[in-house]
């Protein structure tokens, strides 16, 4: 019994060891979970998910990476609707792909800022923050805190831009005039260098700098450059219309009476519909005799007769509608001498406004001499397979249109982006008359004064500087790569002819035509200094964006009308 009884003691010893907890346990049980975020909330934080990011936005730049430079490959984009679109543009590839990754998404927003900031240098600035990306991602797997790398990136972003300025020449310090057309030739031409129309680089340089040298020298407005495409002929047939020219509009019977062309036109601008409206479509009349409803049939004449009255009054030859101009009212013009076209587009309808003097009306009760515009010359002219009407010597705002031709639609949309995007730049070259040498040398040049600088100072700031100089390497070498060169054997060349302490080598980049290096500034490859710094601020800044996020939440989607759960059975349970 003894025994037995010291045996029971021992098992229950024995049963009670596993259930012993401590203070701090026994508190954090009787603690009731707290639940903050909704179910099915994703949430990821720390370095795999900073690392995750990384990659993302390094996958997206492998995409258009093979798009830099002179020698570089388009891209095929096929969207769900059935439209194809074959472009080498880095925006437009950007826009293009349907990005479902968050941190992926910065990069499309710098590649749209940049397009509508300078025009040029989208790719540049996309590759530009991936290799920034990719040169980060070493510095936080060993374990360096991502703000050390943000304070070092925006200090190596600031050196180099400063180191731009210094090297960017003025071209316009003999020519008190403005910029001098060869001058914005060559920046145009540097710009088409790497587009699908490079063959015709010559013919539509000459043709870019016309249209913005039309312009008013103070604003600059680019929306008064209007780009029409038509398809058929050849790209050498694309014109340059001094002044505003659209595509004929919908006319109706009497339009053929018409004249097709009228000097020093009186131009007036209507937002108003010339048509005969029958009230019985619009309302409910109740009438008693047959001579009230020919009463109310009488005034809808009269009403459209008064209207346009009116209008020939004004003594306005030449008459332009935003909305529908009537059978009627075309045959009623078309008696009197006098041209007109409805359903013109609005943005085509306004830089009309601005080029004649033209005031828009929405009514044609007061037509004043102080609405109507003028110009030198109104015709109506066959381009391709359309007729367009063109209003050409406008005295009010300088303006010009230009109509390319081409084969294919796919061809026409390249070249269109093509041409907007060498106006751009030579519009910011005008504005800013300060350029750096491209093809490579001033990302190679700035390079290698950050490394010197990096030298100069202790701790992780000279290794993350360091390692924004060696990103910077990646236009000229990636220019290599597209051009089908050894691009170490090219980036080694470069290195050495930099290095060269004379300051002889400053502009030496790429040479894509003999497989070497050369001065690009002598071979007028020439970009806009502002280029160059909007491309080093923007990218800076979307890697540094994208380094300082630490913890990603993804919100589940709602719930549907049909995701609702259903109620459970009532009853009684057997």
Known sequence: GQNSSKKGTGNKKRSLEPIKFTEREELKMMQPRIVVLRQGTDESQG?????????ACNAIVD????????????????EGNGSITISNDGATIMKLLDIVHPAANTLVEIAKSQDEEVGDGTTTVVILAGEFLKEAKEFIETGVHPTDIIRGYTRASELAKEKVNQLSVNINKDDKQGVNREVLEKCAQTALNSKLVHSHKDFFSKMVVDAVLKLDNTLLDVDLIGIKKEKGGSLEDSQLVDG???????????????????????????NLELELKAEKDNAEIRVDKSEDYQAMIDAEWKIIYQKLDYIVASGANVIFSRLAIGDLATQYFADRNIFCGG????????RLSKATGAKIQTTVSNLIPAVIGTAAMFEELQIGGERYNFVTGCPHAKTATIILRGGGEQFIEEAHRSIHDAIMVVRRAKKHSYVVAGGGAIEMEVSRY???????????????????????????????????????????????????????????????????ICDTFEKNIWEPVM????????????????????????????????????????????
Not at 47 to 55: A, D, K, M, R, T
Not at 559 to 571: L, S, V
Request: net charge positive; hydrophobic share 35%; charged share 25%.
């Open 47 to 55: 370095v795999p998910q900073l690392i995750s990011n990384i990659n």
């Open 63 to 78: 995409i258009v990476r093979t798009t830099l430079g002179p020698r570089g490959m388009d891209k095929l984009v096929y």
């Open 244 to 270: 505003v020219a659209f595509k004929k509009c919908f006319s109706y019977a009497g339009f053929e009476q018409q004249p097709k062309k009228i000097t020093s036109p009186k131009i007036l601008l209507l």
């Open 343 to 350: 359903r013109v587009p609005s943005d085509d309808l306004t």
């Open 450 to 516: 950050l490394r010197e600088y990096s030298r100069t100072i202790k701790g992780k700031q000279q290794l993350v500087i360091n390692s924004f100089a060696r990103a910077l390497e990646v236009i000229p070498r990636q220019i290599s790569a597209n051009a089908g060169f050894d691009s170490t054997d090219i980036l080694n060349k470069l290195r050495q002819k930099h290095a060269d302490g004379s300051g002889a080598g400053k502009w030496y980049g790429v040479d894509i035509e003999n497989e070497d």
């Open 531 to 574: 280029v160059k710094l909007n491309s080093i601020t923007a990218a800076t800044e979307a890697a540094c964006l994208i380094l300082s996020v630490d913890v990603t939440v993804k919100a589940p989607p709602p719930p549907g009308p049909d995701d609702t759960p259903a109620p459970a059975p009532r009853g009684r349970r057997r």
